[in-house]
């Protein structure tokens, strides 16, 4: 066993126990133990338990995005105060400078990808364990936590005719070889699609405008073309069932940053200015982003309105004493 393979043993593990657990719960309800659409409904259950799994990851990561998008302009002045100074002393103090900065703030730029790093492992364990499905059959062995009778029924499982453990490089030959690359190429869109989409609505809603005019806004446009071509490219030699999964959780992540947007959006960015005013059109009081709290002058506001009546106040009558 090489040293990637022992890295990725107890990964390979995880991910098949969590398939093999949804195909028996699916089969126990009445759905075919070889069907392509219960092994294709158990990797959509392993995409839900490790997303659910990351969503405290993901809320850092919202954090991280927000205090690095309001650092920017501190980061600007920083990178002018050293500007043109390349010796050593001064890129070493300029280092220190930010990070303390980032400490201060409790941010740093490497939380932003912490939920795609941790899925990682789990996305080359998917990939290992369908890509070595066939050999595992030709050997009378299981794979993971897979038995040898699950990876034969894998190995013969499709949907629309298509293997879920076949690639499009390598379809099988035959009618299976075209409907494997039709297959392939509509998830291989998807999968692009759905990662472009997410990154693009990041950029144009949930963005203050000093983010927009930061160094750090020109590597996310980069980033922005850069990874769904990378990921559409490699998807050529992606299995069917990987690419289920990738569009799967590109799919999670759209949602879940649709639902941040609209209902946490960083300070000072357009998706801000339109919860503002749908709060305003309600006749809610302002939020605090940041905190999820009612600003005070929100909260003093709307006590002032609820304690005293429109229009002139009235004015206590003093009750008249009785004459001794």
């Known amino acids: 066993m090489d040293f990637f393979e022992t890295i990725m043993f107890p990964f390979k593990w995880l991910v098949s126990i969590i398939m093999v657990g949804f195909h028996e719960g699916l089969t126990a309800i009445g759905l075919p133990e070889a069907s392509g659409w219960t092994w294709t409904l158990s990797i959509i259950g392993l995409v839900l338990v490790i997303r659910a799994a990351l969503i405290p990851v993901f809320v850092k990561q919202i954090k991280a995005q927000r205090g690095m998008q309001l650092l920017q302009p501190d980061l600007k002045k920083l990178?002018?105060?050293?500007?043109?100074k390349t010796?050593?002393?001064?890129?070493?103090?300029?280092?220190?400078?930010?990070?303390?900065?980032?400490?201060?703030?409790g941010t740093n730029p490497f939380s932003a990808c912490l939920p795609m790093l941790i899925?990682?492992?789990?996305?080359?364990?998917?990939?290992?364990?369908?890509?070595?499905?066939?050999g595992a059959r030709d050997k009378g062995e299981g794979i993971g936590a897979m038995s040898h009778d699950q990876v034969v029924q894998f190995d013969d499982s499709t949907?629309?005719?298509?293997p879920l453990n076949a690639t499009l490089l390598h379809g099988g030959g035959g009618e299976n070889q075209i409907t494997v690359a039709v297959l392939s190429i509509l998830m291989i869109l998807a999968m692009t699609a759905s990662?472009?989409?997410?990154q693009k609505q990041i950029m144009a809603k949930n963005m203050s405008e000093e983010a927009m005019a930061s160094p750090f806004m020109r590597q996310q446009k980069m980033m922005l073309y850069i990874l769904p071509i990378v990921f559409g490219v490699g998807g050529i030699n992606f299995p069917i069932g990987v690419l289920i999964y990738w569009t799967t959780t590109n799919l999670w992540t759209m949602g879940q940053q649709f639902f941040v947007i609209r209902r946490m959006p960083t300070p000072g960015s357009p998706a801000a200015k339109a919860l503002a005013e749908r709060?305003?059109?309600k006749g809610l009081p302002a939020l605090s982003i940041l905190s999820g709290k009612k600003d005070d002058d929100a909260d003093a506001a709307a006590a002032a309105a609820v304690a005293e009546p429109k229009g002139q106040r009235v004015q206590p009558q003093r009750k008249n004493r009785k004459k001794k």
Request: aromatic share 16%; hydrophobic share 45%.
């Open 195 to 198: 990662q472009f989409i997410t």
């Open 87 to 105: 010796d050593q002393l001064s890129r070493q103090a300029m280092a220190q400078e930010q990070m303390a900065m980032y400490k201060k703030h």
């Open 79 to 84: 990178q002018d105060k050293y500007k043109g």
């Open 279 to 281: 709060r305003a059109a």
């Open 159 to 162: 949907i629309f005719g298509a």
């Open 119 to 134: 899925q990682m492992p789990f996305f080359f364990a998917l990939f290992t364990v369908l890509s070595g499905i066939s």
